[in-house]
């Protein structure tokens, strides 16, 4: 069975990245992936910002990490860039971590004014970890996704489709890359 982690750089609880990451589990999940979530604002403050890789938490994170064929990096966008929580996190993984993982970014900013930050922000970081396969991505933005008054979430169709063609090329993508190996 393949396995996916979906690594969620939000320092909100109640963001509408939620919403998105909730959709991508569930999509993973119906292709028969065993999906975890890292949500690094639970992982404790001290370990991440004095880069504590010996930590049981983060060992244990980077172990779910590690084992998983598929990563989703999800962050908000905050001052042109995914999040520094996010970043605290990326600064743990081992080096060549992300060697042979097909990676999805999926980023939710107020306005597309950031399109470009996952290209000029978040791959080079990626690549410096080893992330060789990082798919195209969703940069969606928060008109896409409705707060409801009783604490959920409504997605626009047409964000639900992209989400579904990303979704679907990382599963191919993933079991093409699972077969070679
Ligand atoms: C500190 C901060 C900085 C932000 N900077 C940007 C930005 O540079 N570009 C952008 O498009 N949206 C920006 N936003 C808007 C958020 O990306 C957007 O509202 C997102 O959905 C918030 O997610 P969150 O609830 O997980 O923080 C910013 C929001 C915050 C709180």
């Known amino acids: 069975m393949a396995k996916a982690v979906i690594i969620n750089g939000s320092p909100t609880a109640g963001s509408r990245l939620t919403a998105i ?3 991508a589990e569930r999509s993973l999940t119906a292709a028969h992936f065993e999906v975890n979530r890292i949500d690094v604002a639970q992982l404790p403050p001290e370990d991440l ?3 504590r890789f010996e930590s ?3 060992v244990k994170a980077n172990g779910l990490v590690a084992e998983a064929d598929a990563v989703i990096i999800a962050s908000p966008v905050y001052k042109a860039s995914y999040t520094g929580v996010l970043k605290t996190f990326l600064d743990l993984i081992p080096e060549k971590g992300l060697a042979g993982k ?3 970014p999926l ?3 107020g306005s597309l004014a950031h399109l470009l930050s996952m290209d000029y922000a ?3 970081v990626l690549s410096s970890i080893g992330a060789r396969y990082i798919l195209g991505g969703v940069y969606t933005v928060d008109a896409q996704v409705a707060r409801r008054e009783d604490g ?3 997605i626009t169709e047409v964000l639900q489709e992209r989400l ?3 979704i679907e090329e990382l599963v191919e993508e993933t079991q093409l890359r699972m077969q070679r190996i």
């Open 21 to 23: 990451m909730d959709y």
């Open 49 to 51: 910002i004095r880069t």
């Open 56 to 58: 049981e938490h983060i």
């Open 102 to 104: 097909i990676i999805l």
């Open 107 to 109: 980023f939710i900013g």
């Open 122 to 124: 978040l791959k080079p």
């Open 152 to 154: 959920g979430f409504d």
């Open 164 to 166: 579904d063609s990303s």
